[in-house]
């Protein structure tokens, strides 16, 4: 019987041997392999650290004693380790979400899946077990790469202010996020990966020492007393402790019984100890380690043996974006790139090969990314920043007060914009059209097929006196949708065929197929409709009240919040130009969207096309029906 399938819980672990413990590991990297390769999901991250995540459910006791992951894409062993084994729907409607989640399990403490802000919330949960005087652990679980944001050194300097409030800072260190980690930290952490820890150091010394008669233990007093420069020169891992915070390590991330030992004696320390986990992304499978871009960080459906996709689904948004930056950077030598560790995912690989010197890779740092662009900018460059939709709410303030208040020329490229589906709720790319509607003389286009992502990326660097915004949207792009026409700003996608049409409806960004679709089922039911795409949706164009004011009901569509997002702002510029018109907006609702399909999501919030007709015929059909009331009540009794 699989030791796997014994294990219903962390206390489950207590009974085994090392050596089974060895034979559970393999386990789990096979049951990762045959599981995530028939769903999708993140795999090499997890393989990457099977045996500390039994070091840790062994020497704390989950979930009185607090485990957090940053970020939760490491979490599936942890899944695994607390009862949750069926992986069957991982991330689809109804299964297992990607990340850590409450609703799941009372071991999963936060839902994280923004990096850098799991050393926040363990601050946190030590400062209310301290007042409450709780003996509970807080341990934390934070990627190297997560450690080259901001947040996490916020949260450090804090941490580190409280010599004797427990804590355990896990530093998962693989060398790399989605790609391998860069910038100072990056390379502070590989010299501490290349050298003897002090403690091992010490510890030898000491047992040599103590053995030692008369001089041996005033000569280790005195060694330890000179703790500080030797550890310098032994091993640099100072700059923790230049903080305050105990550091142990660095420990082989697979050695469980190594693991045990250092954990147990954090366990013990009773303040803030750093301890420091080398591990292998990728683990035990071959085909993850050969990948050189990011160790099989998150994968498709893939056959196990091989790591080959099953299906390619064709040209994407990304890749469509990454192709055409290449070619703005043959054309024009001032156009740099910036990527917050995401190289690949947001399509700048090939724009790196071809121009090594102008992308600049700042870690998961989104702050500090829009607030270099604004300097780039200023510098006489055009940066262009792409990043997922989700991760630009982190870099708000800089957009607003470092990028456009000083009128730099920055573009924004929004990758996995709406809804994405099944990453959950922090991954939905729904809020970009609703914070940025605040921000003065940003211009904003959702492009609606390949050929506007094109076109709308370039209009976009060539404006040099404010930020702009191209966003779009996960996954496969579909056929172009070619305009019938144009006015002002705004293509038009379909015409009413008469004088008197009756619906304006405003689509945004990928939606336009689907309100083509909408357009046809309202032609069926006889109402006549012009379909619109804004292509700049920020600032509304000027055309759109005196267009409007030709229409009977305006709508518009968005994969957005609802609440601030384009229909609002369309809403608005109606009232300003006096244009008094019902509207309608359709939308993303303002909650947090549960992990399922693209397309189940959209149902269940009613973003399709038979939806929003139906809603559409009734809102015309009650216009009429008030009409005619109010046409009959008008006419002149008769005899």
Not at 136 to 141: K, L, M, P, Q, T
Not at 247 to 252: A, E, F, K, L, S
Not at 378 to 385: A, E, I, K, M, N
Request: net charge negative; proline share 5%; with cysteine.
């Amino acid at each position: 019987m699989p030791l796997l399938t014994r294990i219903r819980g962390p206390r489950d672990l207590d009974r085994l041997s090392l050596e089974q413990l060895d034979q559970l590991a393999d386990e789990i990297r096979t049951f990762l392999v045959d599981a995530v390769s028939k769903t999708g999901g993140h795999l090499g991250p997890n393989l990457g650290v099977v045996e500390l995540t039994i070091a840790l459910h062994r020497v704390f006791e989950s979930p009185k004693d607090r485990i957090l992951w940053d970020t939760g894409h490491q979490s599936y062993v942890h899944k695994l380790l607390t009862g949750r084994q069926d992986f069957s729907k991982l991330k689809m409607k109804g299964g297992l979400s990607g990340y850590p989640s409450q609703a799941e399990s009372e071991h999963d403490v936060i839902e994280n899946s923004h990096a850098s802000t799991v050393l926040g919330w363990a601050d946190g949960l030590a400062k209310a077990n301290e007042v409450l005087e709780r003996d509970d652990h807080v341990v934390a679980v934070i990627g190297d790469g997560a450690l080259t944001g901001g947040m996490a050194w916020e949260a450090l300097n804090n941490i580190a202010d409280a010599k004797d409030r427990p804590l355990v800072i896990v530093v998962n260190d693989n060398e790399r996020s989605y790609a391998p980690t860069i910038g100072g930290l990056a390379n502070h952490l590989a010299t501490l990966r290349t050298t003897d820890g002090y403690e091992r150091f010490l510890a030898r010394g000491k047992d040599l020492l103590e053995r030692t008669p008369v001089v041996g233990k005033p000569l280790y007093e005195t060694l330890h007393g000179a703790k500080k420069g030797l550890k310098d020169f032994i091993a640099p891992q100072g700059m923790f402790e230049d903080l305050g915070l105990k550091y142990v390590g660095p420990i082989d991330g697979h050695d469980i019984e190594a693991l045990e030992s250092a954990l147990a004696r954090a366990k013990r320390f009773g303040g803030p100890v750093i301890v420091h986990c080398l591990t292998e992304k990728g683990r035990g499978y071959q085909p993850a380690l050969q990948d050189e871009a990011d160790r099989f960080h998150a994968v498709g459906r893939i056959h196990p043996d091989t790591g080959l996709p099953i299906a390619s689904s064709g040209a994407d948004w990304t890749s469509v974006f990454g192709e055409e930056m290449v070619k703005l950077g043959k054309e024009r030598k001032d156009v740099v790139a910036i990527t917050a560790a995401m190289l690949q995912p947001v399509g700048l690989d090939k724009f790196a090969k071809a121009f090594p010197s102008r992308v600049y890779d700042v870690g998961i740092a989104e702050q500090h990314a829009a607030v270099s662009a604004a300097g780039l900018a200023t510098g006489g460059l055009h940066p262009v920043f792409a990043v997922y939709a989700t991760f630009l709410n982190r870099a708000f303030d800089q957009v607003l007060m470092d990028v456009a208040l000083h009128k730099c020329g920055v573009t924004f490229v929004l990758d996995r914009a709406g809804v994405t589906g099944t990453d959950g709720a922090s991954h939905n790319g729904m809020w970009d059209m609703s914070i940025l509607q605040v921000v003065p003389g940003l211009r904003l286009a959702a492009p609606r097929d390949a050929d506007q992502v094109r076109a709308q990326l370039r209009e976009a660097v060539e404006v040099t006196d404010a930020p702009t915004v191209v966003r779009f949207s996960k996954g496969a792009v579909g056929p172009a949708v070619p305009a019938v026409g144009r006015i002002g700003g705004m293509d038009v996608l379909r015409e009413p065929g008469t004088d008197t049409p009756d619906v304006l409806l405003v689509s945004v960004g990928a939606l336009a197929p689907m309100c083509l679709e909408i357009a046809g089922l309202l032609d069926r039911q006889g109402i006549s409709t012009t379909v619109v795409d804004p292509r700049w949706v920020k600032p509304v164009d000027e055309a759109m009240a005196p267009l409007a004011e030709r229409h009977r009901v305006v709508v518009t569509v968005e994969d957005n919040s609802r609440v601030g997002g384009v229909g609002s702002a369309v809403a608005q510029a109606l009232r300003d130009a006096g244009v008094d018109v019902p509207l309608r907006d359709f939308g993303i609702p303002p909650r947090f969207l549960d992990h399922a399909s693209r397309k189940e999501v959209m149902a269940e919030i009613g973003l399709t096309a038979p939806d929003i007709a139906r809603q559409v015929t009734g809102l015309v059909s009650r216009f009429d029906g008030r009409f005619d009331q109010a046409h009959a009540s008008a006419e002149p009794a008769r005899d």
